[in-house]
C-alpha cells in the first residue's frame, strides 16, 4: 500500500519567533514546534526533563483516601494483594507496587491472572481464593475500572479494592473504596496520559510522604523512589504511551535507572549492555520479553524475576521467559501469516472496505494485540483479531489514525459481553454467534467516519543536504528520548541525484546521493524491490549516527521515495 507523504505547515512567524529566542535555524525550529516547543521556556522544560517538575501525586484523585487506607493496612500488617494485568504495564506496575510495599516490611502477595485460564481483568474466583486466605486489602494494578460485577460481588467477602487504572472511564464506575485514574472528571493531575506504572510510581511518591508525616521513617532509611523509574519507563513505551510532560520525565529518567539498574532479573532481559538505552531498546527487546510471559505463558514468572534477588530463581525464570519469547515469535508469526490471508480475500470480495475484523477459533489469544497492530499497518484500516473457547469471543482492536476505539464500542455495546481500552487500543468480548454481527455494525460505524486509510508520513521539514552535518544532528539527538508524541524528526529531500546503489545483504539498497555539490550515503533497510530507482529521486528519512568502527559519520535512514 502506497504510503501518504504529509508535509507539516507552519506559520512563518512562528518559526521566526523561536529562531530568535533559540537562536537555531528554521529547520530546527520546524522540528520543535511539530513537538509543542513555541518558546524558551516550553525549550527549557522539553531539554531538562528533571523530576523536580513531576506533579504533586495528591492532585490525582482517589491518592489521597487510598494512601490512608493503605499506610493503615501496613501499620496493622493487614494482608494486602497487588492484583496486576497480564501485559507488560501491568507486569511492571506489579512489580513497582510489590517492591515497595515489601521493602516497608508488608504481608503482601502479588496476583496476575492467567491470559488463558481467567482472561483479563478481575477473576471473581481469585478473588474468593485469595479471601479465604486471609487477604483483605487488593490493589490493583492497569485493571479494574470496568469491574462493576465483580467488586460487587466480592461486597461479601469483607475486602476493600483500590482500583488503580488509566484505562477510558465507563459510564457507572465499580463501588469500589478507592478509585486512581487519571482520566477520571474530577481528577485534577495535569497529565492524563499516563500508564499503570506511572499511575504506581504517584501512588508510591504519595504513600512515602504519608509516612513521612507519620515518622514511620524515623528508624529506617526512606526507599529512593529513583530506583523504581526503571520500570516505570518500560511500561511507559510498552504501553505506547506519548512521549511528552511526564512521561518524558518518567522515560528520560528511567531509561537511565535502566543503564545502572540493580535488579538482577531485568539485566537478563537485556541483551546487551550500553552506555545509553533508548525508547528502541525497550520496544524490541526488553517489553517483548516481558510481555512473552503473560501472551502465552504465566505474568506472575515476569514479576517474580523483576522482583526476585534470589539468583537460583532468576536464571530459572529467565529460562523461561526466553522460552516463552521464542514460542511467541513463531505463534505470532504463523496467526499473522493466517490474518493476513483472510484480509487479502476480503478485500478481494469488497476493496472499499472501511474496517477490518478477522476471526478463527485456532488464533492464540495471547498474540492477537499484536498481529492488530500489523494489519492495520499493512492495510491501513481499524482492525479486530478474535479468537474463541467455549462459544465466547475474545480480541484486540487497533487503529492508526484520529478514529477512537472506544467510543465506536461504546455504539457497539448490545453486542458486547465487555469492552475497555483506550482511543486507539482496546479489547472485546462477545459471544461467538455474535461476531458477524458485530463485523457488520463495526464496518457502518468506521464508514461514516471521514479518515485517511493507508500508511502516513508526517514529514516535518523541506531540508538540503547542505543542512545536514554532525552539529545538526547532534541538535536532533538532544530531543531523545523519542516515541509516540515525540517522534524521530523526518525529513523530506526533493530532486536528489541518485549517484549509485547497491543491494546489501539481499534485502537493503544502499543508494550515494548528490545534489549542488553535495553528497551523502543512504541506506532503504528491507526496501521494496518492485520499486525502479531512477537518476533523480525524492526521498523521506531520518537522520541517524553512523559509528560503526569508530567513526562518526552520518546515514539517511529512507523511509520511502517517490520521483519528481
Known amino acids: 500500500m502506497k504510503k501518504i507523504w504529509h508535509l507539516k505547515e507552519i506559520e512563518s512567524h512562528e518559526i521566526s519567533r523561536l529562531n530568535s529566542e533559540l537562536k537555531i535555524s528554521d529547520t530546527l525550529s520546524k522540528v520543535f514546534i511539530n513537538r509543542g516547543i513555541k518558546s524558551k521556556k516550553e525549550a527549557q522544560d522539553f531539554f531538562l526533563p528533571t523530576l523536580e517538575k513531576l506533579p504533586n501525586p495528591f492532585l490525582m484523585e482517589g491518592v489521597k483516601k487510598s494512601v490512608s487506607r493503605i499506610i493503615e493496612a501496613i501499620n496493622s500488617k493487614e494482608k494486602i494483594v497487588v492484583y496486576g494485568d497480564f501485559d507488560c504495564d501491568g507486569i511492571t506496575s506489579t512489580a513497582i507496587l510489590y517492591s515497595f510495599l515489601s521493602s516497608l516490611g508488608c504481608n503482601i502477595k502479588s496476583y496476575n491472572p492467567d491470559r ?32 462493576n460485577e465483580v467488586i460487587t460481588k466480592s461486597k461479601n467477602l469483607e475486602v476493600d479494592f483500590i482500583i488503580t487504572d488509566h484505562h ?25 496520559d499516563i500508564c499503570a506504572a506511572g499511575v504506581i510510581f504517584n501512588l508510591i511518591v504519595a504513600i512515602r510522604s504519608g509516612l513521612r508525616e507519620d515518622g514511620f521513617f524515623d528508624d529506617i532509611a526512606e526507599p529512593n523512589l529513583a530506583r523504581y523509574l526503571d520500570l516505570v519507563s518500560i511500561g511507559t513505551i510498552a504501553d505506547s504511551m506519548p512521549i511528552t510532560g511526564v512521561n518524558r520525565i518518567f522515560v528520560s529518567n528511567g531509561l537511565l535507572e535502566i543503564k545502572n539498574t540493580t535488579r538482577k532479573g531485568l539485566k537478563h532481559l537485556i541483551s546487551k549492555n550500553k552506555d545509553r538505552f533508548s525508547v528502541r531498546d525497550v520496544s524490541f527487546d ?17 514479576v517474580n524475576l523483576l522482583v526476585s534477588d534470589d ?3 532468576i536464571e530459572k525464570l529467565a529460562a523461561i521467559i526466553q522460552s516463552n519469547n521464542q514460542i511467541r515469535q513463531q505463534i505470532q508469526e504463523q496467526v499473522f501469516s493466517e490474518a493476513d490471508q483472510i484480509a487479502k480475500e476480503k478485500f478481494l470480495k469488497n476493496p472499499k472496505k472501511s474496517s477490518l475484523v478477522l476471526y478463527s477459533k485456532d488464533w492464540h489469544p495471547g498474540v492477537l494485540g499484536i498481529i492488530a497492530s500489523r494489519i492495520v499497518k499493512q492495510y491501513g484500516v481499524p482492525c479486530a483479531i478474535l479468537s474463541s473457547k467455549n462459544s465466547v469471543a475474545k480480541g484486540s482492536l487497533r487503529t492508526s489514525n484520529s478514529l477512537n476505539l472506544y467510543k465506536v464500542l461504546e455504539e457497539c455495546s448490545d453486542l458486547l459481553i465487555q469492552f475497555g481500552g483506550h482511543s486507539a487500543a482496546a479489547g472485546v468480548t462477545l459471544q461467538e454467534d455474535k461476531i458477524e454481527f458485530f463485523e457488520n455494525r463495526f464496518e457502518e460505524i468506521i464508514s461514516n467516519h471521514d479518515f485517511i486509510t493507508g500508511e502516513t508520513i508526517e514529514i516535518d521539514s523541506l531540508i ?44 537493503h539498497l544502499e543508494i550515494y546521493l548528490s545534489k549542488n555539490n553535495n553528497k551523502m550515503r543512504a541506506i532503504w533497510f528491507n526496501f521494496s524491490k518492485e520499486v525502479d530507482i531512477s537518476k533523480e529521486i525524492d526521498i523521506v528519512f531520518t537522520i541517524q549516527r553512523d559509528s560503526f568502527k569508530g567513526n562518526d559519520n552520518i546515514n539517511l535512514n529512507i523511509l520511502d521515495l517517490d520521483y519528481p
Open 168 to 192: 477510558t472511564i465507563p459510564t457507572v464506575l465499580p463501588d469500589a473504596f478507592s478509585i486512581i485514574n487519571p482520566k477520571l472528571s474530577n481528577c485534577e493531575y495535569p497529565y492524563k
Open 286 to 302: 526488553i517489553a517483548p520479553k516481558i510481555n512473552a510471559a503473560g501472551r502465552v505463558g504465566k505474568a506472575s514468572n515476569a
Open 464 to 507: 538540503e543536504l547542505s543542512e545536514i552535518n554532525i552539529s545538526f544532528l547532534s541538535d536532533i539527538e538532544k530531543m531523545e528520548p523519542f516515541g509516540k508524541g515525540n517522534p524521530y524528526p523526518i525529513f523530506l529531500l526533493k530532486n536528489a541525484m541518485v549517484d549509485s546503489k547497491k543491494v546489501l545483504k539481499e534485502k
Open 116 to 147: 488463558l485460564e481467567e482472561g483479563y481483568g478481575i477473576n471473581i474466583e481469585s478473588i474468593n481464593q485469595l479471601a479465604a486466605d486471609g487477604y483483605s486489602l487488593f490493589i490493583t494494578t492497569d485493571c479494574g475500572i470496568s469491574e
Open 311 to 313: 539468583d537460583d530463581e
